[in-house]
């Protein structure tokens, strides 16, 4: 007969480490799946709040009676923004940079760099140079379009 002995095996055997490696593998897929989809949602969220705070310094100064350089004109119900010409070079999203930068709020008009701010609507006006209605935010990610007629900032594109 055989004598049996008592020798603890030492390691792990091939089948074990396989199993190991899968279950870790699945979890890992998971989590990743998961995570990307937290981060899509972190950026959105985030874009759009940054759009938002450009939105309302906009509509406060365009408010404000103080300052005659943007106004909110408003007819049938709706807002636009109505710019006060300075000089033969005058740029709306110029002055739109100037007003964020003042508050904090810094943004590009190069159309290359993010975050930057984009005209997207402009109509004549007989008794001004002109009137913007929209304007575009754009970030590293995501658009959003901020509509002055109603001031409200739309979702992401």
Do not use: C, H, W
Not at 26 to 46: D, N, P
Not at 63 to 89: H, N, P, W
Request: glycine letters at 6%; proline letters at 1%; aromatic letters at 8%.
């Amino acid at each position: 007969m055989k004598k049996f002995s008592k020798k603890l095996k030492k390691g792990f055997t091939l089948v074990e480490l396989v199993v190991v490696i899968a279950i870790i593998a699945i979890l890992s897929a998971a989590s990743v799946a998961t995570y990307f989809g937290v981060t899509t949602s972190a950026r959105k969220t985030t874009g759009k709040a940054e759009a938002q705070q450009v939105m309302d310094v906009i509509r406060v100064a365009a408010l404000d009676e103080s300052d005659d350089s943007i106004r909110a004109v408003q007819s049938a119900d709706k807002y636009a923004l109505s710019f006060d010409k300075t000089g033969t070079d005058f740029k709306e999203l110029s002055v739109l940079k100037a007003l964020l930068a003042k508050n904090g709020v810094d943004v590009a008009t190069d159309g290359t760099t993010a975050p930057r701010i984009e005209q997207v609507d402009v109509a004549s006006n007989a008794d001004t140079d002109g009137t913007m209605a929209k304007l575009k935010y754009v970030t590293a990610y995501y658009s959003y379009t901020i509509d002055f007629s109603n001031f409200t900032v739309g979702n992401a594109e």
